[in-house]
């Protein structure tokens, strides 16, 4: 290889590098451009996590904690809605809030969880769950059918006062899985707690915000995915087996 052949390569490579180098100073001005304009004109106070370009129309993907909105490259205009693809069905939307939504499971503080085992308990799930909401009542009479099972409940008291009093009372009790159940699934209020017990569930109020958890039931599988809401037999039986 001659010297001109090879200056002329270095050229080349230089030249590409550049290129890449430029475009990704551009892409940053880009992004921190729709990041001040979507913080002070739309999401004051809140957290942008991202900011990606799409492959779809010029669209900008602007994440705001677990939620998926889009803009232009100039931020003058916002998309609010979901990118399904007509010909496959496929909703890219949703796809992005299921990955955006999940967590570390092992971040969970399990202690603060009244545990239940069905079978072998091989397989993990936790459960956001308020002790009068209806639908985490029907969750919990079909999560006693399923074999295999370790389920921690974390009891969100978000709807009442009585809930906060019927999550004491369970959690004072000598044995709080029983006392759960017995609630939950039977209809048999536990037994008041004494006054020297101690009981806070601050700390759930606090994961629940951190989590963007907003009603109950929620269900988080060992990937750190969840199910918001109460799921059928079916989609529930699909995420478990999904999980490796």
Do not use: H
């Not at 967590?103 to 085992?117: G, T, Y």
């Not at 072998?120 to 006693?144: Q, T, W």
């Not at 009981?199 to 988080?220: H, K």
Request: with cysteine.
């Amino acid at each position: 290889m001659n010297f001109l052949t090879t200056k002329i390569k270095c050229l080349a490579l230089s030249a590409g590098l550049f290129s890449i180098l430029f475009c990704a100073v551009n892409a940053s001005a880009q992004e921190s451009l729709i990041k001040k304009r979507i913080q002070e004109r739309v999401v004051q106070g809140e957290n942008i996590t991202s900011i990606k370009k799409t492959p779809f129309s010029g669209l900008y993907e602007v994440q705001v904690g677990n939620k998926i909105v889009y803009t232009d490259s100039k931020a003058r205009y916002l998309f609010i809605g979901r990118i399904i693809d007509i010909e496959t069905r496929q909703d890219y939307t949703q796809d992005r809030i299921e990955e955006v939504s999940k967590i570390r499971f092992s971040d969970l503080p399990l202690e603060k969880a009244i545990k239940k085992v069905n079978g072998k308990g091989e397989r993990v799930i936790a459960v956001f769950s308020d002790p009068n909401c209806g639908y985490c009542k029907r969750l919990e009479s079909m999560l006693k059918g399923v074999d295999n099972l370790t389920v921690y409940v974390f009891p969100l008291n978000i709807l009442s006062e009585k809930s906060r009093t019927i999550s004491r009372n369970v959690w004072c009790s000598t044995n709080r899985t029983a006392a759960w159940n017995a609630w939950m699934i039977d209809g048999t209020p536990p037994d008041e707690a004494s006054s020297n017990c101690v009981y806070s569930d601050e700390e759930i109020l606090l994961l629940a915000r951190q989590y963007e958890i907003t009603g109950t039931p929620v269900i988080f599988f060992k990937d750190g995915s969840r199910i918001t809401g109460m799921p059928s037999a079916e989609d529930f039986t699909d995420a478990l087996s999904a999980i490796r």
